[in-house]
């Protein structure tokens, strides 16, 4: 079956570094996504990885390895407004996406 | 810039009652998608579209039906509701050329 696994609950401090892992088990693969959900708001993109590497943006940065099924967010410079949860999910080889059940990211000062 | 817009934004529904759950998005996206989310489980797709008049099941549609007359609209009904479809409802639409799902705010229908 198709699995996507990350940590349910991280915990950070204010202005610090904290990287969330996802690893996935799926049929095929067309690129690996990153959103987040602010408590009982929707999901917003962050960031999309389709090949090997780490793409940065701003504070966020997100990184990819296909041979071994695994992907970070990486989060600098946290702030109190970043505590939500991250979502992981991947595009199979439909270009259906399977999601992980999300990491609760909370940020204390 | 509306983007996606769901309604009702919250229902409470009485189990065996019927209830569309309305969807319209402004981007002119082909893909549209309903999703539910409850807690401790990842967003799972109920059913989906490709493009206008043509319509696919998701990972747990039963229980629920879906239209796309048109570009814009893609409403979810529930024919006769279960307490087991208690949750928050996602309606998505998706960019074609970088797969970015753009979502509505979420419908929360409680079935008691």
């Known amino acids: 079956g198709q699995n996507i696994d990350q940590p349910t609950e991280m915990t950070a401090t204010e202005g610090a570094i904290v990287q969330i892992n996802c690893t996935y088990q799926?049929?095929?693969?067309?690129?690996l996504f990153w959103y987040q959900q602010h408590a009982g708001e929707a999901p917003t993109f962050l960031s999309y990885?389709?090949l090997d590497g780490l793409e940065e943006k701003g504070r966020f940065s997100s990184f990819l390895s296909r041979s071994k099924g695994y992907s970070y967010l990486l989060l600098k410079e946290l702030q109190m407004k970043d505590s939500a949860s991250y979502l992981c999910?991947?595009?199979?080889?439909?270009?259906?996406?399977?999601w992980g059940a999300g990491t609760k990211l909370i940020i204390k000062p | 810039t509306a983007g996606i817009t769901q309604a009702p934004t919250s229902q409470i529904l009485a189990a065996g009652r019927s209830m569309t759950l309305r969807c319209t998005q402004d981007?002119?996206?082909?893909?549209m998608y309903w999703y539910r989310q409850d807690l401790g489980l990842g967003l799972r797709l109920i059913h989906y579209s490709n493009t206008a008049g043509t319509t696919g099941k998701g990972e747990v549609p039963d229980g629920y039906s879906v239209s796309r007359a048109n570009t814009d609209d893609f409403p979810l009904t529930l024919a006769s509701a279960v307490p087991s479809q208690t949750s928050v409802y996602f309606c998505a639409s998706s960019d074609k050329n970088t797969g970015e799902l753009f979502f509505g705010e979420g419908s929360r229908l409680t079935v008691l």
């Open positions: 799926t049929s095929g693969f067309n690129g």
């Open positions: 981007m002119r996206h082909n893909a």
């Open positions: 999910a991947v595009m199979d080889s439909n270009y259906q996406l399977i």
């Open positions: 990885n389709v």
